[in-house]
């Protein structure tokens, strides 16, 4: 089974700074997808990005990029230029690649993130 | 375009009732997928639909099951409710051709005591 761990229960950052967080996943699969999500207070998970296993490249979207290493199955988060907006539960989430079936994602248990003013 | 809505926001039940739970998926959208969250924990995969069937399912016994209807809204059902069911039950729709990506649109999810 496929298992996703988050290290870092609470992580706090300034404003404008720039804050890593942690995740590692172990799988025996070689195709795969990681994605880290964000809910806010409101509850509603958000989709911040995503990574297919089999692209070397970090995936990148604005002030949000990955620091994905197969090899030693981690997959971090980097927040640039922290923003008040982004304080909320951060998840890290891998779905393993099944064509026509449908296996869920598997989440981590979070990591609350905390933007200091 | 409206969002994935979630009925209701909160609700108590006593340990033994059965309890359903409501979804509108996003316009377009014709899957559908639950998930359990505990307090202090990420969500879990309880199934999913597609055209009205059960194509996916974590590990979560019997008595949680579901439905899809044509409109693509759904339905997640909890017969003899446990004290361990209390959570927070986030539905979330796609594309199946985008479920992989994970592309999920979440509700915002109900609220389920158990006491």
């Known amino acids: 089974a496929q298992t996703v761990t988050q290290s870092q229960p609470e992580m706090s950052v300034q404003e404008a700074e720039t804050v890593t967080l942690s995740c590692t996943y172990d799988?025996?699969?070689?195709?795969?997808?990681l994605f880290w999500y964000k809910q806010p207070p409101s509850r509603q998970m958000i989709l911040v990005i995503r990574?297919?296993?089999?692209?070397?490249q970090n995936a990148t979207e604005n002030r949000f990029s990955v620091n994905f290493q197969k090899a030693a199955k981690s997959f971090s988060l980097k927040i640039s230029d922290s923003q008040l907006g982004d304080a909320a539960m951060y998840f890290c989430?891998?779905?393993?690649?099944?064509?026509?079936?449908?296996?869920?994602?598997?989440f981590g248990k979070g990591t609350h993130l905390i933007i200091q003013p | 375009e409206t969002g994935v809505t979630q009925s209701p926001t909160h609700l108590i039940k006593t340990r033994g009732q059965q309890v359903t739970l409501r979804c509108s998926s996003q316009?377009?959208?014709?899957?559908v997928s639950w998930y359990q969250q505990a307090l202090g924990q990420g969500p879990q995969f309880i199934f999913q639909?597609?055209?009205?069937?059960?194509?996916g399912r974590g590990n979560f016994p019997p008595r949680f099951s579901g439905l899809q209807f044509p409109n693509y809204s759904s339905e997640l059902n909890v017969n003899a409710l446990e004290l361990d069911d209390s959570a927070l039950y986030l539905c979330?729709?796609?594309?199946?051709?985008?479920?992989?990506?994970?592309?999920?649109?979440f509700g915002e999810g109900s609220r389920l005591t158990v006491l």
């Open positions: 979330a729709s796609s594309l199946l051709i985008n479920t992989n990506t994970g592309e999920l649109f």
């Open positions: 799988t025996s699969e070689s195709d795969y997808y």
């Open positions: 990574q297919e296993a089999y692209k070397q």
């Open positions: 989430a891998y779905r393993r690649y099944s064509g026509g079936g449908a296996d869920g994602l598997t």
């Open positions: 316009s377009g959208h014709n899957t």
């Open positions: 639909y597609y055209r009205e069937e059960e194509n």
